[in-house]
């Protein structure tokens, strides 16, 4: 990324308590008007790193910038940077039109001025007429959006969201977080998503920094960690695997036998030894019903579970030790197979994921 | 950084000055209680005080109050709380407001309340005779203990479900004294320890009450031994202090840090 | 079809299903209802009733008139000076302490040591507390005694008597200070580290924090239990009884005495006295609940 687009800037930044190291070098350039999500399972770092870039808790080394200035050690109510929590955390003794104007109070501007951009403010996350509100007086849905009002009002150069939806019904929460997309794409505002939801990151984010355990496993566009991921972790992490477990038998063919049967790996096994035991990831979507021309992989199976959800078919194949799920669309002329039917599944030999033993690089 | 130390610098200094308002009488009370032979420190006060035939009086006079107080609250307050979680739910604001009253009314009211209605003069001389006084005064402190015993024992009902397990116990066969002993009761066996324990230390240093009703009770003893002695009084403060303090501990022992509570003689 | 009739069956139908239902669930509550009538609500009651009645039983608003009276006005006076003086200190102290334990970054056994202390501190009060305070503030008491050998300074020198309104309301404030912790802990910590952190995080200082969002949800809480802690100290009575005696005539020193021997030498104005302190505390009480639940209605 050359230095002209760099926006913030996540320098190296490392943070450690009493006996743990909670993050460790975190390295990451965001562009200005970029939608980054921290992805991660609890505890892996990721709303620590974003406290540190809101100020609420000091790196223990590493550093900060944000538009070419240094602010690791701004206090927390100096830098202009915009936060959202996971439980709301709206003002309980102030109406939703005082909560959205404050940092504007605080910030001594003058009334009319408030009064207007409150106006803007509450337009923009579709409640214009509940300015008078309490927050007690509000859906979680509805406090959150005035949540993202006022962190907007201050006109910040970075939004940060702490797992926003959380605390929210399933419904709603995606409904809100496209509402949340396309307000930053109309803003342009440089935002940073904290999630532990890999659909959410999924589906909002321009690039995902996936974090395990206080580092950072892969940083990538949704496209390139969901297809391309290159440690187990981030593997297993972000959507959902096939796992099948078996041995090396030949590491320049990449071949592997699973259960009697052979499959072919078309890359990953190179630093592999025959004999080594090996465990590989399919996406659901690339195993599919039937024999198949050319040189895919092939196994057969029995059904073992069926589940009719509707557009979807989820069949469940058993081999030996080893299963895996695969989906196909719903066809009214073709009835599901039977349980304890037998039948053939096939996939490519590039969608063939080696995680065990790891590849270097 | 630097704000940040100095705000907790503030913070120790604060709780140091609260350790020392709350600790340096108590250091005093000790202090002056060893005071009692000139020159030098002995225990000898506390030696007179334990010696008191009166000591031993109305301190087993107040104990045994006690007990009966803590009887008669429990047979009082469980089933009652137990009812109005189960039947009468409509009923729950009344009854607690009525436990809420003995925190609003001076425990000397409720005394000279007592004096006006129970005196020999009126329908039931309870003044009369020792030991229907005696009688009273227990149902004072009962009085005064209603507001935490009830509180303790309906927050433990809260945390079981009564309804469930009166009917499987109904369903079973039990008869109402039955769920009450054995299914209810040993459910809100810690709520009832820790109602029993506060109730005990209300009732070892009530002074008002006991003083009004003109009976021989550990407050009123202590109460006189102030007025004529130096310092055997310092002494008996911090047995006194020994068996609120051994009350709360177990308290806190058998709840396991709920918030504390407040009560007793002011 | 024949309709079945029955006389019983009119009747039940007759009247609402739950008074049937009432009727005998109402006797598992009667011990207790039985017990508050004759052990709180009746005494409580025929004294407010005495206090308007002369000696002959008849309604007279004279005990009343009489409160007002120079001797017993200035008593009540002294009561809610000693009160209030021990109210607002036990508050302001107690609420310092609290904050700083429960939300002041200190470390973990802070909060249930201090709580703990609250809780026994807070139940040692009455005549054991007096004899404390003497032996620790009296003419020979270990601080008086210490300041003298260390500093070469008597506090009695300057004035100073702990039998005496300050000393007295010094001693109040032994219970009314943990009292204090323990009430205002729940609405300490109600409130939230993140209203702290948003309120930072758009651009306020700490006195702007406090100012626009610690201090109004607070205030209702504190002030309610400052009241709690005046209808405490009003009612008090052992303490005084063994600091002051009777020469400090706080109205319940004076009630004490009213029983004990009627000096007022007028029955009825002795339950007129009761009734005035029925009043200031039940105000009090009254007070805090409504203070109580317009707080609670924001925090919901």
């Given at each position: 990324m050359e230095a002209g687009t760099r926006f913030l800037e996540i320098d190296d930044l490392q943070k450690r308590f009493a006996q743990t190291t909670a993050v460790e070098h975190v390295q990451l350039d965001v562009t200005r008007g970029e939608f980054v999500s921290l992805l991660g399972?609890?505890?892996?770092?990721k709303t620590t790193t974003l406290r540190m870039i809101a100020g609420f808790e000091l790196p223990s080394s590493g550093a900060i910038r944000l538009d070419g200035v240094d602010?690791?050690?701004?206090?927390?109510?100096?830098?202009?940077v915009g936060m959202v929590f996971q439980s709301y955390a709206l003002f309980p003794n102030m109406t939703v039109a005082q909560n959205v104007g404050f940092g504007l109070r605080v910030a001594k501007r003058p009334d009319a001025e408030i009064k207007q951009r409150v106006e803007e403010m509450l337009a923009l996350i579709k409640?214009?007429?509940?300015?008078?509100?309490?927050?007690?007086?509000?859906?979680g849905g509805q406090q959150q959006r005035v949540a993202l009002a006022r962190a907007l009002a201050i006109r910040p150069q970075v939004l940060l969201l702490d797992e926003p939806l959380s605390a929210l019904d399933a419904k709603i929460r995606v409904a809100l977080r496209n509402e949340i997309r396309s307000i930053q794409r109309t803003l342009g505002i440089t935002t940073i998503y904290v999630t532990h939801d890999q659909e959410e990151a999924l589906s909002l984010s321009d690039r995902i920094v996936v974090m395990n355990e206080g580092r950072v496993e892969q940083i990538g566009t949704p496209f390139e960690i969901y297809n391309f991921p290159r440690t187990p972790f981030v593997a297993s992490f972000v959507g959902t695997l096939n796992i099948l477990r078996g041995r090396v038998v030949d590491s320049a063919g990449g071949r592997i036998m699973v259960d009697d049967q052979e499959i072919v790996a078309a890359h990953g096994l190179e630093q592999a030894r025959a004999g080594d035991p090996c465990s590989v990831a399919l996406r659901p979507e690339v195993v599919s019903l039937g024999e198949t021309g050319g040189n895919g992989n092939r196994m057969r199976g029995t059904v073992e579970d069926v589940n009719f959800l509707g557009s979807i078919v989820r069949i469940r194949v058993r081999f030996k030790n080893n299963a895996i799920s695969l989906d196909t669309f719903n066809n009214p002329r073709l009835s599901p197979p039977r349980q304890g039917q037998s039948l053939t599944v096939n996939f490519p030999r590039e969608a063939v994921l080696v995680l065990e033993p790891p590849s270097a690089g | 950084m630097a704000a940040l130390t100095r705000g907790r610098l503030g913070s120790w200094l604060i709780i140091l000055l609260g350790a020392v308002y709350f600790f340096v009488p108590l250091i005093g009370t000790f202090e002056f209680s060893l005071r009692y032979i000139r020159g030098r420190y002995s225990l000898e006060a506390y030696r007179i005080v334990l010696a008191d035939p009166r000591f031993s009086a109305t301190l087993t006079y107040s104990t045994v109050l006690a007990v009966a107080t803590i009887a008669v609250g429990v047979v009082l307050v469980v089933p009652t709380a137990y009812w109005i979680q189960l039947r009468l739910p409509r009923l729950r604001p009344v009854v607690e407001f009525i436990t809420l009253l003995p925190l609003v009314i001076p425990a000397i009211v409720i005394v000279f309340g007592y004096l006006r209605l129970y005196n020999s003069n009126s329908v039931l001389p309870l003044t009369g005779t020792e030991r229907t006084t005696d009688l009273l005064l227990m149902f004072s402190y009962v009085t005064l203990a209603l507001p935490y015993m009830y509180r303790a024992v309906a927050t433990g009902l809260r945390t079981i479900d009564v309804h469930t397990l009166t009917e499987a116990a109904q369903s079973l066969g039990a008869g109402w004294p039955i769920i009450l002993l054995r299914v209810i009761l040993p459910n809100v066996r810690v709520a009832v320890l820790s109602g029993a324990f506060l109730t005990f230390a209300i009732v070892i240093g009530e002074f008002t009450m006991a003083s009004l009703l003109d009976r021989p009770a550990f407050g009123p003893y202590l109460q006189l031994m102030g007025a004529n002695r130096a310092y055997e009084p310092s002494a008996l403060a911090v047995i006194s202090f020994a068996i609120t303090w051994a009350c709360m501990g177990l308290i806190q022992a058998f709840t396991r840090g709920a918030p504390g509570q407040v009560a007793g003689a002011r | 079809m024949t309709e079945v009739t029955h006389p019983a069956i009119d009747r039940a139908r007759a009247a609402p299903p739950w008074v049937s239902q009432l009727s005998w669930t109402w006797l598992g509550v009667v011990p207790f209802f039985v017990f508050a009538l004759m052990f709180l609500i009746i005494p409580t009651a025929l004294l407010a009733v005495g206090g308007f009645q002369d000696s002959h039983g008849h309604f007279t608003l004279r005990n009343i008139a009489d409160l007002f009276s120079p001797s017993i006005l200035s008593s009540y006076l002294i009561s809610v000076k000693v009160s209030a003086v021990s109210a607002i200190g036990g508050s302001l102290i107690g609420f310092a302490l609290a904050y700083v334990a429960l939300s002041g970054g200190l470390p973990a056994w802070v909060r249930p040591t201090l709580l703990t202390f609250s809780g026994v501190a807070s139940n040692f009060a009455g005549v054991p507390l007096a004899f404390a305070f003497l032996a620790t503030l009296g003419r020979v008491g270990l601080v008086t005694v210490l300041l003298v050998k260390l500093f070469g300074f008597n506090i009695y020198s300057t004035g100073f008597n702990l039998l005496s309104f300050f000393g007295l309301t010094l001693t109040y404030m032994y219970f009314q200070i943990p009292l204090m912790v323990l009430i205002i802990a729940p609405a300490i910590d109600g409130l939230k580290r993140e209203w702290r952190e948003a309120s930072a995080n758009l651009g306020a200082s700490a006195w702007e924090y406090w100012r626009f969002i610690a201090l109004p949800i607070l205030w209702p809480p504190m002030l309610g239990a400052s009241l709690l802690l005046f209808a405490n100290a009003f009612g008090a009575v052992a303490t005084a009884y063994a600091l002051t005696g009777s020469s400090l005539n706080i109205v319940t020193i004076m009630l004490f005495a009213q029983i004990r021997g009627d000096v007022l030498h007028n029955q009825n104005l002795g339950y007129a006295l009761a009734l005035g302190m029925i009043f200031m505390t039940g105000l009090s009480n009254a007070a805090y609940i409504w203070l109580r639940g317009r707080s609670e209605r924001w925090l919901r």
């Open positions: 399972p609890s505890g892996c770092g602010i690791t050690r701004r206090p927390p109510n100096k830098r202009n409640l214009p007429t509940l300015g008078n509100r309490y927050p007690y007086q509000m859906s | - | -």
